[in-house]
């Protein structure tokens, strides 16, 4: 596609409920970033995947959330046992480069847990 | 652990007045960028500063990256309400990026 897209734009979920947040990353970028943006703050790091590889993981906040990317394109972001506290916008991006340089971010989806 | 700070949080300008965000890093950048991000929208990339002192511009906004590469700027000359968003910094070393909490831009016709 054109650009990054992440499904579902909007979910809503009851206190502990699992969710799984996709990301489509701009075909033959290989860096792939999630974030975790609250109201009126700035993206929060939360994983970084160089191809199929998870590089970093140290954003997650808790072990409640698990992301994969296993065939080095398609993200999946799962969050366990969802808690108040999660709702955010979840905000996936990616980049051409390995590490990550410009960029590219998706639309982002909006969490809210109940 | 990598933490980016950004001031003011808050701007509101007339339209024609200049505007200026600052961020600094507590520790050594490989680089920085700088985002957009609009209401209800995503960040969008702007540029990024990789050399020590290094200043670029585009049309009316002058980024610059600091000698120790730990603190950078983004000048907006003669704002327009076209300016209207948040402005984030990035700062990235390693493969990370820390993001600065932006600074919200207002511009009054």
Request: some cysteine; aromatic content about 10%.
């Given at each position: 596609?054109?650009?990054?897209?992440?499904?579902?734009?909007?979910?809503?979920?009851?206190?502990?409920?699992?969710?799984?947040?996709?990301?489509?990353?701009?075909?033959?970028?290989?860096?792939?970033?999630?974030?975790?943006?609250?109201?009126?703050?700035?993206?929060?790091?939360?994983?970084?995947?160089?191809?199929?590889?998870?590089?970093?993981?140290?954003?997650?906040?808790?072990?409640?959330?698990?992301?994969?990317?296993?065939?080095?394109?398609?993200?999946?972001?799962?969050?366990?046992?969802?808690?108040?506290?999660?709702?955010?916008?979840?905000?996936?991006?990616?980049s051409?480069l390995?590490g990550g340089r410009e960029q590219?971010?998706?639309?982002?989806?909006?969490?809210?847990?109940? | 652990?990598?933490?980016?700070?950004?001031?003011?949080?808050?701007?509101?300008?007339?339209?024609?007045?200049?505007?200026?965000?600052?961020?600094?890093?507590?520790?050594?950048?490989?680089n920085?960028q700088?985002?957009?991000?609009?209401?209800?929208?995503?960040?969008?990339?702007?540029?990024q500063?990789?050399?020590?002192?290094?200043?670029?511009?585009?049309?009316?906004?002058?980024?610059?990256?600091?000698?120790?590469?730990?603190?950078?700027?983004?000048?907006?000359?003669?704002?327009?309400?076209?300016?209207?968003?948040?402005?984030?910094?990035?700062?990235?070393?390693?493969?990370?990026?820390?993001?600065?909490?932006?600074?919200?831009?207002?511009?009054?016709?």
């Amino acid at each position: 596609g054109a650009g990054v897209s992440q499904s579902p734009r909007y979910k809503v979920a009851k206190r502990g409920q699992d969710v799984a947040l996709r990301c489509d990353p701009i075909s033959g970028h290989v860096s792939l970033f999630w974030y975790q943006q609250a109201l009126g703050q700035g993206p929060e790091f939360l994983t970084y995947f160089q191809n199929e590889a998870q590089l970093d993981k140290s954003g997650l906040p808790s072990d409640r959330f698990f992301a994969e990317r296993p065939e080095g394109s398609v993200s999946t972001l799962k969050i366990q046992r969802t808690q108040q506290e999660d709702s955010a916008v979840y905000l996936c991006a990616s980049s051409i480069l390995a590490g990550g340089r410009e960029q590219f971010f998706g639309p982002g989806t909006r969490l809210t847990v109940l | 652990g990598q933490q980016v700070m950004q001031i003011p949080q808050y701007q509101h300008v007339q339209e024609g007045e200049d505007f200026t965000t600052y961020c600094n890093s507590s520790t050594t950048l490989s680089n920085i960028q700088w985002y957009k991000q609009r209401p209800g929208g995503h960040p969008v990339f702007l540029i990024q500063l990789v050399k020590s002192g290094e200043v670029k511009k585009q049309k009316r906004l002058t980024f610059q990256f600091g000698e120790a590469k730990k603190n950078s700027s983004l000048h907006i000359t003669a704002t327009q309400t076209t300016d209207v968003g948040t402005y984030f910094c990035a700062g990235s070393s390693n493969n990370d990026m820390r993001f600065g909490a932006g600074t919200r831009l207002t511009v009054k016709p």
